[in-house]
């Protein structure tokens, strides 16, 4: 099993970034995914979270600014992440998850935005 998260990086305050996450060694397209984070000395937080279907949920602290979809063709979950804050440093983590069955992280990916 597999989740290799990419795109992460330094970036302007107003700026965008778009994370990727492949994935392999599970069924992908009935996985429920999501992207969290975990700034210095807080806790893991959700941050988006897509469904097999294609429904979506947010964190209120990104909702109107960042926007998850799937491709379930790639296996490949992506995070749109745009008028980026300082407060939105932090490494995110890709995640999947079959209730009762499954549950798998990545390693995550460093997403640092600059004042």
């Known amino acids: 099993v597999q989740l290799v998260e990419s795109g992460g990086g330094l970036v302007q305050a107003g700026g965008s970034l778009r994370l990727s996450c492949a994935a392999s060694?599970?069924?992908?397209?009935?996985?429920?995914m999501g992207w969290y984070r975990q700034a210095p000395g807080k806790q893991r937080e959700l941050v988006a979270r897509?469904?097999?279907?294609?429904?979506?949920n947010y964190a209120d602290s990104v909702k109107g600014r960042f926007t998850i979809s799937r491709d379930n063709a790639k296996s490949t979950v992506y995070l749109q992440m745009n008028g980026l804050k300082p407060e939105d440093t932090a490494v995110y983590y890709c995640?999947?998850?079959?209730?009762?069955?499954?549950?798998?992280w990545g390693q995550g990916t460093q997403v640092t935005v600059s004042s």
């Open positions: 995640n999947a998850v079959r209730p009762q069955f499954w549950d798998y």
């Open positions: 897509i469904t097999s279907g294609g429904s979506t």
């Open positions: 060694g599970f069924i992908f397209s009935i996985s429920v």
